[in-house]
Every structure is written in structure tokens, then in C-alpha cells.
């Protein structure tokens, strides 16, 4: 080889040496500044995200201008910012009629219109970029004396979640302060997508377990989480001192002793966690949970000064009773003739029980306001309701049904439309104001208290197990890594339902060390489903066992239900349409399944489980679990859900031997009948998917020393129609029975209970509270032509009496002896003779997956009447065991009697199938 050849390699290979280890450049890098080798990223966020959930802007002549505020972080240079612009004209006539926009006071940009939308992009001038309150303003023309603008003048419609700010950023050289934590993760433009928890010590998965929820304290949204190092756009490092030092560039943050926190040098992000034991960075992370951070611009902060800052709180209120609207924000719009939405946020603690009425006391100015004016009221994105502006004070009320409210992030949005008077000249000078007096206010009422077995609580507190900061709780996590990753983001979500987070909760991966933590424990099972423990699974409900099968759920999606739901009057139009697509049926076999229900171990301790149907990825199915539509729909004590539904797979009841499910109404004494000991063999009925009916093992008395008369069963066979079980066979929740009278509160639907007072005559003391369930109720009247649908009053009651005329409503009083045997044999006598009553109307049909559903719903309801003998005690302490033992020995001849009629019409096969 030539001596040219051989000095022509060398430089290409000291070349290509060069430009591999060289630090990258961004070309629009600031001349003279050290971005410490850092690689330029672009973040970007919607323009909804700083508009308080605002979809849009409306920009004409009632509302010429809008504004947009931003911070931009002072961590970072900017090295470019774009504005891109989505909008379209709001009538015909806006050809010739430009469009304005103005960043931070600076020249104005005109875009001129062709009368159609566009998409526009836009260069900002990083020179003129503030780290605080960048403004970026939007307007048309103000109208003038010489040109009073009106309805002919331009209008547009910015979009906001298709509009966005993008920020190009580069680090700085210096690093990171402690009070930047709070900024980077809060700020929409500099939020991560990802965050890497890299941990050492005795009790890694306690100690991300705690990071995760205080980075989920702290966002919007929970991020994606990763375990590998150096894998995340922020990245945690937390361990001793000595088992991270090699991990870390900046020693001065492991100089010292006692727990400390604080950011190393360089990019991406690190934030340290380090201390001189476990026990030492367990509690920190702890302490990064519960509280803020302080806004110190110091490179670290220790663990006494975390605990002065303030704690975590809801990101909404929690209320309950009566709440003022002006404890809840503004309330007053803002003067002009298109005001901005005034939004009122709150969360609630059982929303699946709740309804309400808001009453609002407007007060408008008579500065050139037409007669046809408006305020609208949209809770979560439902219409519930709107009055016109007709007089300057006007109070007017809204009721809230049940099934609108939400456990976390309710959003109440009031818009006021205002229009000009048409006789009156330039308009658009004229300034009007809405505002609300102080009377205005949110009544929420919740008359029925949901069991703590349902998914509605669980997802807006996380009760029970969040109780105490999860002191009693007990959670476990997957083994495989990224299954592990996405339960992460889980635990990140809870944290919302209880402001300081499960901080002491204990965590475990794997169920090998379950044996050793369950006593005295609520369990929450977040799992994959191949990783369920066998006697989580065999003691689940039957719904979740049939998940876990794969097979197929046929129901309502609740998603869909909630979309259509409508209230107001003259609405005879929309409830029509609806009770039409109230009969269509939805299905999902593949997605999630969720579950709470007693503990396997101790009777007053709850399981609950989150995990994946077989053939679906188990962080897919987190994943769309974790939206806020998903999250806020599950109910029940069965949820199943897929990416697009969420159905409710069977209801919840009250839980035999936990104490908190309770009705607070009911007596606090404990009762003197106890069926936790007790275990009968599970009743097969043939062909159904019936749950297992846990009844009593008795011993009987001696019955001669009873002055009680039984009641006599008369019956014959009946003919079995199964497309009438699911309406015609209903059992009724009682209230705990006095020695005096029977209280009956049925939880059903407004339609089945109109039918079921019609037909069956049930006994009473008083009219129940019945839910605003409207579907139901619209099933019924889709299902038959001379149903005629009225609409709905607001109230209950009235709704009722449109629903069934007063003479075909019986409520009397109900004949029970005052001695506690005849309490007892009464109650059972009368739940009999409306089993008699319901089984004499059945006729024979094939309608196969009516009967299952119709046993799953007998089993349910059977298991709720057991559970509430279990309050007989709390109301007369000197029943004697003979009493208890009859009332028993009547359920079971009950139950036997329905299962031999039930078995004896199973359906047959069907090609050589069981269905």
C-alpha cells in the first residue's frame, strides 16, 4: 500500500472519529452559548390545554378577541416556537374578512380569508419569549362609530385541541433547581411522556411504587413508566449513598449524611433520591408522595424541609349536601357579548348513588340584550338543561339524575348566548354583563348508600383500601417487567383518589410471599390474568370467572348509555329515538375485567382485581382503562371493559361480615346472626351461569317451643317464559326489619317497579325513592307500542305518577306481629309470596340468554336478602336462636323449591351444544 493510500485512511478514519464523538448542534442554536452537548427536543401542547377543557374559540363581532397564555420553562433555551392554527369561518360571508394574531404585543400577523378554513403555521419570535405569561392574542376588527360590526362582519371558529404551540428546546448549562420539579412535571409544555424509575435497596417495588404516585400527584395525566435506567424523558434514580454513587455526577449530593433530594447535572433530567439506610430514602419517597416540593432554586432539599411545604389536596373539591357555586369558582361572566364558559369542577365520593338540582340566581345588565338570551348547563359533557335571560333576576333550577355524576373531575359548564337588539345601533360597543347572586347553589343527595363493593367508590376514593393512606391494604404487582411498567401507571391514577396517596400501603411483586402478608389485609390483585393466584380466581365472582375463560359479555355499554342520556322537557322527540337504541345490545369478550368482592381470607377485608381477558396484552388494557371516560364509567362489583366500552357485568351488594357496608342508617350494634362461619356445597343448576349461594348450615330446634304458625307453600308448577324473567322476577332490597314494621326501598328501575307495584301488590310503609334511570325505563316503552313515553319531570315522584296512574299504585301497611319470631317468619312469608306471584306469570319460550341473565339476577338478589338477616340483631338483642333458625330453615326451602322449578325447565341443547 502506497504511503499516500495509507495517510488518505488515516485522516478518514480520524474524521470519522471526530464526528462520532462531537457534540451535536441544533442550527438554530443561540451563537456563544454552552447547551453542555445536549440534543435539541421539540415538545408541543394544544391550545385546549391552556383553555380550561375549551374546544374552541368564536371569534366575531360579539366576542372580537381571544387570548392564550403560556409559560415557557426557564430550564432551557428556545431555540424555535411555532404557532400552528386550525380554523374555519362560522357563516359564508367571511371571504375578505382577515384574521389577526399578536404574540407578546408584537407586530400583528393578518391572514387574509378566502371565505374557507385552513391550517395555518406561524414562526414566533424567540427573542421576544418570556419564561412567564406569553400571550398569543386572536381577533378580527373592533367595531367602530363609523363601523358598528354586526352579524354581516367576520366570524371564525378556532379549533383548540387541532390548534398547538411547539417549543424547541435546548439545555442550558447549568443544572437543574429543586423548584423546578413542579414546573416540569405540571407544565403541558414540558410534561414527559415518559419517566424511568432506576431503584436500589431492600424494598424496590415499595419504593417506586411511592415514586409513581408522587409523579402522578403531580401530572395531568400519568406518564408511561420504565425501570431501566436512563430510559425516560425524566429520570429517578433513588438508593443509599453508596449504592448509587456510581450513578450520579454531581457528589455534592451525596455529601452529608440524612436523606436528601436533588437534581444532577446534565440532560435529560435526574432527580435524586438518596439517604444513608433503606429506611432513610423509603421515607423520602414517601414525603415526594404527600407533599410539594419547595420552590428553592438550591440544587437539593432535605426531608425536613419537604414536610413544612404543603400537602397534597384533590385537584378538585369533594362535596356533598349543599354546596355554594361561588365556592366552587367564578361567578360572574365576563363582560361581552360571547363570555367565556364559566366551569365548575368537584369531585364526589358515590356518585353511582347521587343526584342532585342546581339552582342558579342570574342577574343580567338591559344594556342592548335582546329578549332571546340563554344559559345552558352541561355536566360532563351533557346537556341537563337551559333558561332564557327573559327578565334582569330570574332564578331557575335544574335537577341532576342519577348516572351523570362522576367520582372524580365532574365538570358543571354554564355558557351564557347573548344576541343584541336588533333596534338598537352598534351593538358591538355595548358591553353586557351575567353574573350568578349568592344564592346560587349545587344540592347533591344521595338516598340509597352504594355497598363499598362497588367499582363507582373504588374508582372515585379508592375505598376501602385507600383507607388510612392504605395502612390495611395490601397491593400486588406483575413480575414481567413491562407488565410491571403499566401496573405502575395504576398506582399513579389511585393516588388521585386519595390526596396523599397509598403512601402506607404495602406492595409486593408476585404472589409467592402472598401467604406471608394477608393476614388482616385488603388485597388488591393488579395482575395479568396468567398470574392470578388460583384462589383468587376460584373464589371471584362467576361473571370474572367466565372472563377469564374468554368468554363473550352481552350487555349495555355504560359509555353509550351515559352519551345519551337527555333531561329536560319537551324533549318527547330525543327520548323516542332513544328508547330505540336503548333495545340494541352491545358485547366484548377481549379487554379488562375488574372486580371487588369478599376476601378468601377474612371475612371483613375486600379483594380487588384488575387484570386482562386471555389473548388481550395486559398494558393495553391498562392503558385504556386509565381515560378518564373509562376510569369514571366502571361500576358495579363486576366491570368488564374493551378500548371503545365499558359494561357493568353484574351488580354490587352489600358484603356479608364487612362492617363498613353498612347503611349508616342502619343500627351500629352488632348483629346476633352471622353467616361468615357458615359454607353449604354450591347449587348447580343445569345450564346456568348462576353465582354461588353461600346460605346457612343450621341445626334445628325444637320447633314445639315456638308460638309461630308457618307459612303454608301452595303451588303448582309453572310454565317458564324466559323473555319475561329479566322484568318480571325481581327481588326487592329490605331495610334492616323493626318489630313493628317492614320497610321495603326497591333499587330497580322506574318502569320494572311501576310493573311489578301493578302486578304483584308488594307491601310498603312508604313510597320509595327511585332512581332517575331513565334507560330502563325507555327499554320499556321501545318494547311496547301502547307504552306511550311522557317526559320526565325532574322529579322522581312525578315521574312516576306520568309513568302509572295513583290507582294502579297499592302501598299499604304491611301486617307484621311485634313478637321476633313473626318478624322473621313474616319477612320470609312476604318474600315468598312475591316469588309465588312472579313464578305464576311465567309461560314457556326459548329465549336462552334471557334465562341465564334471569338466574344470574335471582342468585344476586338472593345473596343481598341473605345478607341483610344479618341486621336482624341490631334492632332486638333478645331474639332467640329458635326464631333465627326457622327464618333460616325458610330460605333454604325457598331457594331449594326455586332451583327444582328452575332445573326443571332448563333448555335443552341446541345441535348437540349446551347453551
Same mark, same amino acid.
Given at each position: 500500500?502506497?504511503?499516500?493510500?495509507?495517510?488518505?485512511?488515516?485522516?478518514?478514519?480520524?474524521?470519522?472519529?471526530?464526528?462520532? %464523538?462531537?457534540?451535536?448542534?441544533?442550527?438554530?442554536?443561540?451563537?456563544?452559548?454552552?447547551?453542555?452537548?445536549?440534543?435539541a427536543?421539540?415538545?408541543?401542547?394544544?391550545?385546549?390545554?391552556?383553555?380550561? =377543557?375549551?374546544?374552541?374559540?368564536?371569534?366575531d363581532?360579539?366576542?372580537?378577541?381571544?387570548?392564550?397564555?403560556?409559560?415557557?420553562?426557564?430550564t432551557?433555551?428556545?431555540?424555535?416556537?411555532?404557532?400552528?392554527?386550525?380554523?374555519?369561518?362560522?357563516?359564508?360571508?367571511?371571504?375578505?374578512?382577515?384574521?389577526?394574531?399578536?404574540?407578546?404585543?408584537?407586530?400583528?400577523?393578518e391572514?387574509?380569508?378566502?371565505? *374557507?378554513?385552513?391550517d395555518?403555521?406561524?414562526?414566533?419570535?424567540?427573542?421576544?419569549? =418570556?419564561t412567564?405569561?406569553?400571550?398569543?392574542?386572536?381577533y378580527?376588527?373592533?367595531?367602530?362609530?363609523?363601523?358598528?360590526?354586526?352579524?354581516?362582519?367576520?366570524?371564525?371558529?378556532?379549533?383548540?385541541?387541532?390548534?398547538?404551540?411547539?417549543?424547541?428546546?435546548?439545555?442550558?448549562?447549568?443544572?437543574?433547581?429543586?423548584g423546578d420539579?413542579?414546573?416540569?412535571?405540571?407544565?403541558?409544555?414540558?410534561?414527559?411522556?415518559?419517566?424511568?424509575?432506576?431503584? *436500589?435497596?431492600?424494598?424496590? %417495588?415499595?419504593?417506586?411504587?411511592?415514586?409513581?404516585?408522587?409523579?402522578?400527584?403531580?401530572?395531568?395525566?400519568?406518564?408511561?413508566?420504565t425501570?431501566?435506567?436512563?430510559?425516560?424523558?425524566?429520570?429517578?434514580?433513588?438508593?443509599?449513598?453508596?449504592?448509587?454513587?456510581?450513578?450520579? =455526577?454531581?457528589?455534592?449530593?451525596?455529601?452529608?449524611? /440524612?436523606?436528601?433530594?436533588?437534581?444532577?447535572?446534565?440532560?435529560?433530567?435526574?432527580l435524586?433520591?438518596?439517604?444513608?439506610?433503606?429506611?432513610?430514602?423509603?421515607?423520602?419517597?414517601?414525603?415526594?408522595?404527600?407533599?410539594e416540593?419547595?420552590?428553592?432554586?438550591?440544587?437539593?432539599?432535605?426531608?425536613?424541609?419537604?414536610?413544612?411545604?404543603? *400537602?397534597?389536596?384533590?385537584?378538585?373539591?369533594?362535596?356533598?349536601g349543599?354546596?355554594?357555586?361561588?365556592?366552587?369558582g367564578?361567578?360572574?361572566?365576563?363582560?361581552?357579548?360571547? +363570555?367565556?364558559?364559566?366551569?365548575?369542577e368537584?369531585?364526589?365520593?358515590?356518585?353511582?348513588?347521587?343526584?342532585?338540582?342546581?339552582?342558579?340566581?342570574?342577574?343580567?345588565?338591559?344594556?342592548?340584550?335582546?329578549?332571546?338570551?340563554?344559559?345552558?348547563?352541561?355536566?360532563?359533557?351533557?346537556?341537563?338543561?337551559?333558561? *332564557?335571560?327573559?327578565?334582569?333576576?330570574? %332564578?331557575?333550577?335544574?335537577?341532576?339524575?342519577?348516572?351523570?355524576?362522576? /367520582?372524580? =373531575?365532574?365538570?358543571?359548564?354554564? @355558557?351564557?348566548?347573548?344576541?343584541?337588539?336588533?333596534?338598537?345601533?352598534?351593538?358591538?360597543?355595548?358591553?353586557?354583563?351575567?353574573?350568578?347572586?349568592?344564592?346560587?347553589?349545587?344540592?347533591?343527595?344521595?338516598?340509597?348508600?352504594?355497598?363499598?363493593?362497588?367499582?363507582?367508590?373504588?374508582?372515585?376514593?379508592?375505598?376501602?383500601?385507600?383507607?388510612?393512606?392504605?395502612?390495611?391494604?395490601?397491593?400486588?404487582?406483575?413480575?414481567?417487567?413491562s407488565?410491571?411498567?403499566?401496573?405502575?401507571?395504576?398506582?399513579?391514577?389511585?393516588?388521585?383518589?386519595?390526596?396523599?396517596?397509598?403512601?402506607?400501603?404495602?406492595?409486593?411483586?408476585?404472589?409467592?410471599?402472598?401467604?406471608a402478608?394477608?393476614?388482616n389485609k385488603?388485597?388488591?390483585?393488579?395482575?395479568?390474568? !396468567?398470574?392470578?393466584?388460583?384462589?383468587?380466581?376460584?373464589?371471584?365472582?362467576?361473571?370474572?370467572?367466565?372472563?377469564?375463560?374468554?368468554?363473550?359479555?352481552?350487555?349495555q355499554?355504560?359509555?353509550?348509555?351515559?352519551?345519551?342520556?337527555?333531561?329536560?322537557?319537551?324533549?318527547?322527540?330525543?327520548?323516542?329515538?332513544?328508547?330505540?337504541?336503548?333495545?340494541q345490545?352491545?358485547?366484548?369478550r377481549?379487554?379488562?375485567?375488574?372486580?371487588?368482592?369478599?376476601?378468601?381470607?377474612?371475612?371483613?377485608?375486600?379483594?380487588?382485581?384488575?387484570?386482562?381477558?386471555?389473548?388481550?396484552?395486559?398494558?393495553?388494557?391498562?392503558?385504556?382503562?386509565?381515560?378518564?371516560?373509562?376510569?369514571?364509567?366502571?361500576?358495579?362489583?363486576?366491570?368488564?371493559?374493551?378500548?371503545?366500552?365499558?359494561?357493568?357485568?353484574?351488580?354490587?351488594?352489600?358484603?356479608?361480615?364487612?362492617?363498613?357496608?353498612?347503611?349508616?342508617?342502619?343500627? @351500629?350494634?352488632?348483629?346476633?346472626?352471622?353467616?361468615?362461619?357458615?359454607?353449604?356445597?354450591?347449587?348447580?343448576?343445569?345450564?346456568f351461569?348462576?353465582?354461588?349461594?353461600?346460605?346457612?348450615?343450621?341445626s334445628?330446634?325444637?320447633?314445639?317451643?315456638?308460638?309461630?304458625?308457618?307459612?303454608?307453600?301452595?303451588?303448582?308448577?309453572?310454565?317458564?317464559?324466559?323473555?319475561?324473567?329479566?322484568?318480571?322476577?325481581?327481588?326487592?332490597?329490605?331495610?334492616t326489619?323493626? !318489630?313493628? !314494621?317492614?320497610?321495603?326501598?326497591?333499587?330497580?328501575?322506574i318502569?320494572?317497579?311501576?310493573?311489578?307495584?301493578?302486578?304483584?301488590?308488594?307491601?310498603?310503609?312508604?313510597? +320509595?325513592?327511585?332512581?332517575?334511570?331513565?334507560?330502563?325505563?325507555?327499554?320499556?316503552?321501545?318494547?311496547?307500542?301502547?307504552?306511550?313515553?311522557?317526559? +320526565? +319531570?325532574?322529579?322522581?315522584?312525578?315521574?312516576?305518577?306520568?309513568?302509572?296512574p295513583?290507582?294502579?299504585?297499592?302501598?299499604?301497611?304491611?301486617?307484621? @306481629? %311485634?313478637?321476633?319470631?313473626?318478624?322473621?317468619?313474616?319477612?320470609?312469608?312476604?318474600?315468598?309470596?312475591?316469588?309465588?306471584?312472579?313464578?305464576?306469570?311465567?309461560?314457556?319460550?326459548?329465549?336462552?340468554?334471557?334465562?341465564?341473565?334471569?338466574?344470574?339476577?335471582?342468585?344476586?338478589?338472593?345473596?343481598?336478602?341473605?345478607?341483610r338477616?344479618?341486621?336482624?340483631?341490631?334492632?332486638?338483642k333478645n331474639?332467640?336462636?329458635?326464631?333465627?333458625?326457622?327464618?333460616?330453615?325458610?330460605?333454604?326451602?325457598?331457594?331449594?323449591?326455586?332451583a327444582?322449578?328452575?332445573?326443571?325447565?332448563?333448555?335443552?341443547?341446541?345441535?348437540?351444544?349446551?347453551?
Amino acid at each position: 500500500m502506497s504511503q499516500f493510500r495509507l495517510n488518505s485512511l488515516k485522516t478518514v478514519a480520524i474524521i470519522a472519529i471526530l464526528s462520532a %464523538t462531537a457534540p451535536a448542534a441544533s442550527a438554530n442554536a443561540v451563537y456563544g452559548t454552552n447547551h453542555s452537548g445536549s440534543m435539541a427536543q421539540t415538545h408541543s401542547a394544544p391550545l385546549s390545554a391552556f383553555q380550561s =377543557k375549551a374546544e374552541k374559540f368564536v371569534i366575531d363581532w360579539r366576542s372580537p378577541s381571544k387570548t392564550i397564555t403560556f409559560d415557557a420553562p426557564d430550564t432551557d433555551f428556545i431555540t424555535s416556537a411555532k404557532l400552528f392554527l386550525s380554523a374555519d369561518p362560522s357563516r359564508n360571508n367571511a371571504r375578505g374578512h382577515s384574521l389577526f394574531i399578536q404574540f407578546n404585543q408584537e407586530a400583528p400577523t393578518e391572514i387574509k380569508s378566502t371565505g *374557507r378554513g385552513f391550517d395555518a403555521q406561524l414562526k414566533l419570535q424567540t427573542a421576544k419569549m =418570556k419564561t412567564k405569561n406569553n400571550t398569543i392574542r386572536l381577533y378580527v376588527q373592533a367595531p367602530t362609530d363609523a363601523n358598528c360590526a354586526a352579524h354581516d362582519d367576520s366570524a371564525w371558529v378556532v379549533d383548540l385541541n387541532n390548534s398547538k404551540i411547539a417549543l424547541t428546546r435546548q439545555a442550558k448549562s447549568q443544572s437543574l433547581k429543586v423548584g423546578d420539579v413542579e414546573n416540569i412535571l405540571g407544565n403541558p409544555l414540558t410534561t414527559p411522556q415518559s419517566v424511568s424509575l432506576y431503584t *436500589r435497596g431492600e424494598d424496590v %417495588t415499595a419504593l417506586q411504587s411511592l415514586l409513581a404516585q408522587g409523579v402522578g400527584q403531580r401530572m395531568k395525566a400519568a406518564p408511561k413508566f420504565t425501570t431501566l435506567k436512563g430510559k425516560g424523558d425524566f429520570q429517578i434514580i433513588a438508593g443509599r449513598r453508596d449504592q448509587i454513587s456510581s450513578f450520579v =455526577k454531581d457528589k455534592s449530593i451525596l455529601a452529608g449524611t /440524612g436523606a436528601r433530594l436533588g437534581f444532577d447535572e446534565g440532560r435529560p433530567s435526574r432527580l435524586i433520591f438518596t439517604g444513608d439506610t433503606d429506611a432513610e430514602v423509603l421515607a423520602l419517597a414517601r414525603a415526594f408522595s404527600q407533599y410539594e416540593l419547595p420552590r428553592t432554586k438550591r440544587l437539593s432539599t432535605t426531608i425536613g424541609e419537604i414536610h413544612m411545604q404543603k *400537602r397534597f389536596s384533590e385537584k378538585a373539591p369533594r362535596i356533598s349536601g349543599k354546596t355554594k357555586l361561588s365556592a366552587l369558582g367564578n361567578t360572574a361572566f365576563e363582560a361581552g357579548w360571547n +363570555p367565556a364558559d364559566e366551569v365548575y369542577e368537584f369531585n364526589l365520593s358515590d356518585p353511582a348513588a347521587s343526584e342532585g338540582q342546581v339552582t342558579l340566581e342570574l342577574a343580567s345588565s338591559e344594556t342592548a340584550l335582546s329578549a332571546n338570551n340563554a344559559i345552558s348547563l352541561r355536566l360532563n359533557d351533557h346537556v341537563i338543561g337551559h333558561t *332564557r335571560l327573559d327578565q334582569p333576576r330570574k %332564578t331557575a333550577s335544574f335537577s341532576i339524575p342519577s348516572g351523570l355524576l362522576r /367520582g372524580q =373531575k365532574n365538570e358543571l359548564r354554564l @355558557s351564557a348566548d347573548l344576541n343584541a337588539d336588533a333596534e338598537k345601533a352598534c351593538n358591538g360597543l355595548a358591553s353586557p354583563g351575567v353574573y350568578l347572586k349568592s344564592n346560587s347553589q349545587l344540592i347533591l343527595t344521595s338516598n340509597n348508600e352504594t355497598p363499598l363493593s362497588d367499582l363507582s367508590r373504588f374508582a372515585a376514593t379508592g375505598a376501602p383500601f385507600s383507607d388510612a393512606n392504605g395502612r390495611d391494604t395490601l397491593i400486588i404487582l406483575p413480575r414481567n417487567n413491562s407488565d410491571y411498567n403499566a401496573a405502575l401507571a395504576v398506582i399513579a391514577k389511585l393516588a388521585e383518589s386519595q390526596a396523599e396517596g397509598w403512601n402506607q400501603a404495602q406492595f409486593i411483586r408476585g404472589t409467592a410471599k402472598l401467604e406471608a402478608y394477608k393476614d388482616n389485609k385488603n388485597i388488591l390483585f393488579i395482575l395479568p390474568s !396468567t398470574e392470578l393466584p388460583s384462589i383468587a380466581k376460584h373464589n371471584a365472582p362467576k361473571t370474572v370467572r367466565s372472563a377469564l375463560r374468554g368468554h363473550r359479555y352481552e350487555g349495555q355499554d355504560l359509555l353509550q348509555v351515559k352519551s345519551e342520556q337527555y333531561a329536560g322537557t319537551n324533549a318527547q322527540a330525543a327520548y323516542q329515538a332513544i328508547a330505540q337504541k336503548a333495545k340494541q345490545r352491545n358485547s366484548v369478550r377481549l379487554g379488562g375485567v375488574a372486580a371487588l368482592y369478599s376476601s378468601p381470607y377474612q371475612s371483613d377485608k375486600m379483594v380487588g382485581v384488575i387484570t386482562n381477558v386471555p389473548g388481550q396484552s395486559f398494558p393495553s388494557t391498562l392503558q385504556s382503562l386509565l381515560t378518564e371516560d373509562h376510569w369514571n364509567a366502571i361500576e358495579g362489583s363486576v366491570a368488564r371493559w374493551s378500548d371503545k366500552s365499558v359494561f357493568m357485568a353484574e351488580l354490587s351488594a352489600p358484603l356479608i361480615g364487612f362492617s363498613r357496608s353498612i347503611s349508616p342508617s342502619a343500627s @351500629s350494634g352488632k348483629s346476633g346472626l352471622n353467616f361468615s362461619n357458615f359454607d353449604l356445597p354450591e347449587i348447580n343448576v343445569p345450564h346456568f351461569a348462576i353465582p354461588n349461594w353461600d346460605l346457612p348450615k343450621v341445626s334445628l330446634p325444637d320447633l314445639s317451643s315456638i308460638t309461630a304458625s308457618l307459612p303454608k307453600f301452595d303451588f303448582e308448577l309453572p310454565n317458564i317464559d324466559g323473555t319475561e324473567i329479566l322484568e318480571k322476577l325481581t327481588f326487592w332490597k329490605t331495610e334492616t326489619p323493626s !318489630t313493628e !314494621t317492614l320497610s321495603t326501598k326497591p333499587n330497580i328501575s322506574i318502569a320494572e317497579y311501576a310493573e311489578a307495584k301493578a302486578d304483584a301488590g308488594i307491601k310498603t310503609t312508604s313510597q +320509595p325513592t327511585l332512581p332517575l334511570d331513565y334507560s330502563d325505563y325507555l327499554r320499556k316503552a321501545a318494547a311496547s307500542p301502547q307504552f306511550d313515553a311522557p317526559s +320526565p +319531570p325532574s322529579q322522581s315522584q312525578s315521574f312516576l305518577e306520568a309513568a302509572l296512574p295513583d290507582s294502579q299504585i297499592t302501598i299499604r301497611e304491611a301486617n307484621v @306481629s %311485634t313478637t321476633p319470631a313473626n318478624t322473621a317468619l313474616n319477612w320470609v312469608g312476604n318474600s315468598w309470596t312475591t316469588i309465588k306471584q312472579k313464578i305464576s306469570a311465567w309461560r314457556p319460550k326459548k329465549d336462552v340468554q334471557n334465562m341465564q341473565k334471569s338466574a344470574q339476577s335471582i342468585a344476586k338478589n338472593w345473596r343481598s336478602d341473605s345478607s341483610r338477616l344479618s341486621g336482624f340483631g341490631t334492632t332486638q338483642k333478645n331474639w332467640t336462636n329458635q326464631s333465627i333458625s326457622v327464618a333460616a330453615l325458610l330460605l333454604i326451602l325457598a331457594v331449594g323449591v326455586l332451583a327444582f322449578l328452575l332445573g326443571a325447565s332448563s333448555p335443552k341443547s341446541r345441535n348437540g351444544k349446551q347453551y
